[in-house]
T-cell receptor, first 114, second 107 residues
Framework: NAGVTQTPKFRILKIGQSMTLQCAQDMNHNYMYWYRQDPGMGLKLIYYSVGAGITDKGEVPNGYNVSRSTTEDFPLRLELAAPSQTSVYFC?????????????FGPGTRLTVT | AQRVTQPEKLLSVFKGAPVELKCNYSYSGSPELFWYVQYSRQRLQLLLRHISRESIKGFTADLNKGETSFHLKKPFAQEEDSAMYYCALTGAQKLVFGQGTRLTINP
């Protein structure tokens, strides 16, 4: 199993550009999450999904959109990139039978907006 | 509101010394608490959970509901323990993380 995979690993965007961060998992987990990690700020939840077709906002959803058309994929969309979105983005998944506590994380995407 | 506080951003101890990473929480209910760890160039991973009452890599953590704390302890630090540690609690289908503590073990 590949676990949770994320692409790209690194990206530099100009202000106003858009992009999609890809996340996929092959563990048949129904819960998936997107976090951002800013230096010294811990992880903040952006969006999460409890199953295909169901998404919900987390703590910092502004400027982002998500979709969950399949169990495996949970892409994160940035429509108009801003410098405040410079961060490291992590995708994670978990199995509902074990609750949200045991999450499996991807390697992260480091995004810089200039 | 659910909140996790890790008061120390940085913690440095010598090899062989005891380690304690502090975690305090606020939660209206019975929380489930976890410690996650991120070693250099590795993914964030679950270290232990309070329900299991287990010891992983020599680390233990006891939930103290009276003090609303879940401190992570190890009696003798090893150099490979150097990492970023996050305390987290579950609430309604998601995890709430603390700000993290960077632990450095000096030789």
């Amino acid at each position: 199993n590949a676990g949770v995979t994320q692409t790209p690993k690194f990206r530099i965007l100009k202000i106003g550009q858009s992009m999609t961060l890809q996340c996929a998992q092959d563990m048949n987990h129904n819960y998936m999450y997107w976090y951002r990690q800013d230096p010294g700020m811990g992880l903040k939840l952006i969006y999460y999904s409890v199953g295909a077709g169901i998404t919900d906002k987390g703590e910092v959803p502004n400027g982002y959109n998500v979709s969950r058309s399949t169990t495996e994929d949970f892409p994160l969309r940035l429509e108009l990139a801003a410098p405040s979105q410079t961060s490291v983005y992590f995708c994670a998944s978990s199995f509902s039978g074990l609750g949200p506590g045991e999450q499996y994380f991807g390697p992260g995407t480091r995004l810089t907006v200039t | 509101a659910q909140r996790v506080t890790q008061p120390e951003k940085l913690l440095s101890v010598f090899k062989g010394a005891p380690v304690e990473l502090k975690c305090n929480y606020s939660y209206s209910g019975s929380p489930e608490l976890f410690w996650y760890v991120q070693y250099s160039r590795q993914r964030l991973q679950l270290l232990l959970r309070h329900i299991s009452r287990e010891s992983i890599k020599g680390f233990t953590a006891d939930l103290n509901k009276g003090e609303t704390s879940f401190h992570l302890k190890k009696p003798f630090a090893q150099e490979e323990d150097s990492a970023m540690y996050y305390c987290a609690l579950t609430g309604a289908q998601k995890l709430v993380f603390g700000q993290g503590t960077r632990l450095t073990i000096n030789p």
